[in-house]
């Protein structure tokens, strides 16, 4: 849909930007935005304790679901451009409803985030566009699952077809744990996020995230970056939200990429046209650079995190003209991202118990933090009466440095970690284990 240009609202103005969401990426979105000096104030619904450390942030007390107030409050404060950083909000057609009220929203309709919010869905489309990926089968019945299992002769994957926070994927080592990890999710592992389950070829190969920026019919990408999704060192135990991650990867050399734009991004954006999905957001690819080439992992409908966190610091302050061209469907895709000479890498400090189950409410000291091309948006924090800081979420910080090399950007993050606390605290310290030249595996 494009935007009514008749309406009331004055599209050329950016003075009021509002972001949806209470994580890191959130965060970090909002110091990318209010760096541009048109942008006055940028709103975060509802942001966490970090959003009002952020210059011109401010946090708005508000139910998203209570659609008529929020339209009424986005009028009042006249919101220029609305990002909706989440897959919740999305997939449950927010985008939509704030697009048909004339609003500017950087962010796919519930149609475009079926590419996240049903992995079977998902995989059809791969399918249909002839986009490549690992073999899969949509099961709706233990029963089901269990004869693909026993009959197949190649190693699966198990995954919930719905959200999951990025925890309904289990890698089982043998055919009992993938039956075992079928049976969790049909018995309500994930609630009806588990009604259905995909089981998938298991590919091997290192992992990438591609980032496009998309008005519906152009793109543009942004810096790739990779991700650590396992939760201890050496990409051991369950896989989380993100542990880490850096950006930008070199593992994209220009043969992979032109491969990737050839047969990942550009087919998919014609299959979103073919089916009438006019997308107009962020497309998050997971792939995985495969013997056989690059093949795509999952889609998601909005920024990974930490991967947003570690990117933005590497975008100037015409980032958020980016967004709004996305959102008003003029994209040239040839604008220049002006990406910094530096890299960039974040690791993430989380509660103790993440991903399964965790205290908050504990203290968070953060002693003397160099500051200089180092970054801390809080993901999960909270404001105690008295004004303290408290931990409020499984991931709770994402420390994010920036410098020439990963040696050195490491160098910082970590540094600064010896200066954070909290009851419990967790990271790893092998984030970035990859470029880190002086990183020894037997450390
Ligand atoms: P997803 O949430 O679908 O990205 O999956 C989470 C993680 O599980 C990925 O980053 C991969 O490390 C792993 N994974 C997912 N699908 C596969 C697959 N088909 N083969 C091997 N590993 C996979
Ligand atoms: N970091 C992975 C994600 O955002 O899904």
Known sequence: MSINSTSSKNFNRLENILIIGNGGRENSLAWIIQKNDLVKKVYLIPGNAGSQRINKCERLKMDINNKKELVEKLEFLKIDLIVIGPEIPLANGLADYLRKKDFKVFGPGKDGAKLEYSKSWAKEFMKDANIPTSKFWKVN??????????????????????????????????????????????????????????????????????????????????????????????????????????????????????????????????????????YKGVIYFGLMITKSGPKVIEYNCRFGDPECQTIMPLMDQNFVFLLEKCAMEN??????????????????????????????????????????????????TTLSKNGDLLTDGGRVLSIVCQDKD?????????KNLNEINFKGIYFRNDIGHQVRKNYHKGN
């Open 141 to 278: 019945s233990l029963e089901e699952a269990k004869k693909i299992i026993y009959s197949s002769s190649i190693p699966l994957v198990v995954k919930a077809d719905g959200l999951a926070s990025g925890k309904g994927v289990f890698i089982p080592d043998s055919k009992i744990d993938c039956l075992e990890a079928a049976e969790s999710i049909f018995n309500g592992k994930f609630g009806n996020s588990g009604n259905v389950v995909v089981l998938e070829e298991k590919i091997q190969g290192p992992e990438v995230s591609v980032f496009a920026l998309c008005d519906g019919k152009k793109y543009l990408l942004l810096p790739s970056a990779q991700d650590h999704k396992r939760l201890n060192e050496k990409d051991k135990g369950p896989n989380t939200g993100g542990m880490g991650a850096y950006s930008p990867a070199p593992l994209l050399t220009e043969d992979n990429l032109y491969k990737i734009k050839k047969e990942i991004i550009e087919p998919t954006i014609d299959e979103l046209n073919k089916r009438n999905i006019d």
């Open 331 to 380: 994209l040239t895709g040839n604008e220049k991202i002006d990406i910094s000479n530096k890299v960039s890498g974040c690791v993430i400090a989380t509660s103790k118990g993440y991903p399964h189950e965790y205290k908050t409410g504990f203290p968070i000291k953060l002693g003397e933090i160099d500051s200089n091309d180092c970054q801390i948006f809080d993901s999960g």
């Open 406 to 414: 990963f040696d050195l950007v490491f160098e910082k993050a970590y």
